[in-house]
């Protein structure tokens, strides 16, 4: 056993070492807390492209200013001749046209240069020939033309002014004569073969200038809810009632609803315009002529309103323009455009 001494000195040993232990874990734990933090990695964040803003799923039509996919104002215009005698009547597909020109062929019987882009029937008709003036009006929409024929005037201007030129006469396939009706207002399209028929001949769309459009608005009281044009004769005159539910015009003719030979729908103008320019007889003692060129007094009617302007139209390859009494612009409602042309201002009447 130990004595008394030697446990004194064990124990002051121990002790010491006790305390060095402890001063050692002091120092120990003095060093963890001591301890600089570890260097922050920097934190590396990938950089999100930003979203592209989404395409516009539709944008105004060139031809009608209608809301339309893009695609659409890369398609051709297509004119097609439509006949307007009582033979022809109820006509297919008219009422999907973008824009329509009506004017007198021959003998005061009218017929209808019809524009379509992104509007496709699959049955339009009857396709009859054409007239100089209509050519002119055409143009300026750099739109292909689909006509069975045409007077002899007319299909000079087709050929001197280079028209994309679809005559029935050496495209037969694009058109087919239907037995539900007797030549010659037999002869019906559709858009799809007539667009077919373009793009085999390079005719891939259509560069042009469209009418200026705006918001439509209708009027809170209507100043033109019905509207007569004595074009011609009365088999011929065309009469139109505002509806203010579609913000359009119904359109008759002949004394009755003008409507379309499959949906039995009335056509529905959004825009109605009367033209006034000098309308006389051919040399030939037969054919109308009217002047497409030049200025002259118009009738513009829209949103159950008139403005009393005028139009004008450069030559054969510049847009008609349509103006104020002041000769300011005149914006058009989106929608199928409708333009008559008369040989008198006296030939237009229109009441509240």
Known sequence: GWNRKQRAIALGVGGGLLLVLIG????????????????????????????????????????????????YNQLPVTGIMIENSPDARPQAGLKDAGVVFEAIAEGGITRFLTLFQEAQPDYVGPVRSVRPYYVSWLEAFDAGLAHVGGSPDGLAKLKADGVKDLDQFYNGGSYQRVNTRYAPHNVYTSLGSLIALQKSKGYNNSTFTGFPRKTEKSLTTPTAKTIDFAISSPLYFAHYDYDAATNSYKRSEGGKPHTDDK???????????????????????LHTTYETSGNGKAYIFQDGGVTEGTWSKDNDKSQIRFGDANSAPVALDPGQTWITVLGDASFVKYAP
Do not use: M, R
């Open 24 to 71: 050692g874990g002091g120092f120990a734990v003095a060093h963890l807390l001591h301890k600089p933090a570890p260097k922050p990695q920097p934190v590396v964040q990938k950089v999100q492209p930003k979203p592209e803003p989404p395409k516009p799923t539709t944008v105004p039509s060139n031809l009608t200013g209608v809301q339309v996919p893009p695609e």
């Open 263 to 285: 949906s039995g729908q009335q056509i529905s103008p959004k825009v109605v315009i009367a033209i006034v320019t000098a309308q006389g007889i051919d040399s030939d003692g």
